[in-house]
């Protein structure tokens, strides 16, 4: 069964620096999607992309998040200069027909 | 704004015991309504899902049905079993491909 993929599953990365999530969404989908979940709360949108554009953001994807899809299987989220509130599980998702389906997460470490 | 509201875990159950996690929501409009489940390294994966009010979605043996009167779309099983041991996650949408609102989980843990 298609999956998606996500790497890698754990990061660590010191404050200011620039880390890049990626993701392989399922290989038929046309919707991506980042989601973050810190540790002990609700998992929160963050954005959504499709033809090659960001379609919605939250307020939490300031200026400092980016999303790009480079080729034509990778998704990636920058964060350019981390924070440690950034600290949290960052799931991708993709969508062809409304359900989402989601990668198994990377957990980022800001120290 | 909209909003998922489930109870609090860890929740500790005997296998064969019955299951309820309570789910509730605030949306306008006609929400979509899910539950996800996310076993241990795993991503999250989609259990069952309700499109309007009444319907029930049914999987491996857990159902949730939609009650617009009450916002509500708790999670349920009759006999629980020690591969259940996940966290579960209600979520609704309001529209397909619109971004999906999440509730905080709920780690079920299944005891031999």
């Known amino acids: 069964e298609p999956e998606v993929t996500q790497t890698p599953s754990h990061q660590v990365t010191q404050m200011g620096q620039e880390v890049i999530l990626r993701c392989v969404p399922i290989?038929?989908?046309?919707?991506f999607y980042w989601y973050r979940q810190i540790l002990g709360q609700k998992v929160e949108f963050l954005v959504s992309?499709?033809?090659?554009?960001?379609?919605?953001k939250s307020e939490i994807f300031d200026d400092q998040f980016s999303v790009e899809r480079p080729d034509g299987s990778n998704f990636t989220l920058k964060i350019r200069s981390t924070k440690l509130e950034d600290s949290a599980m960052y799931f991708c998702?993709?969508?062809?027909?409304?359900?989402?389906?989601f990668g198994p997460g990377t957990r980022l470490t800001v120290t | 704004g909209d909003s998922v509201t489930q109870m609090e875990g860890p929740v500790t159950l005997s296998e064969e015991a019955f299951l309820t996690i309570n789910c509730t929501y605030t949306?306008?409009?006609?929400?979509?309504l899910f539950w996800y489940v996310q076993y241990p390294g795993e991503g999250l994966q989609l259990l069952l899902k309700a499109t309007k009010a009444d319907d029930k979605g049914s999987n491996k043996g857990f159902e949730a049905t939609y009650r617009k009167e009450t916002t509500s779309f708790h999670l349920e099983k009759g006999s629980v079993q020690v591969s259940d041991s996940a966290v579960y996650f209600c979520a609704l949408t309001k529209n397909n491909f619109n971004k999906f609102y999440f509730g905080s989980g709920t780690k079920l843990n299944v005891k031999p």
């Open positions: 290989s038929n989908h046309l919707y």
């Open positions: 992309f499709y033809n090659n554009e960001i379609s919605e």
């Open positions: 949306a306008t409009g006609y929400p979509s």
């Open positions: 998702a993709s969508s062809v027909a409304g359900e989402q389906y």
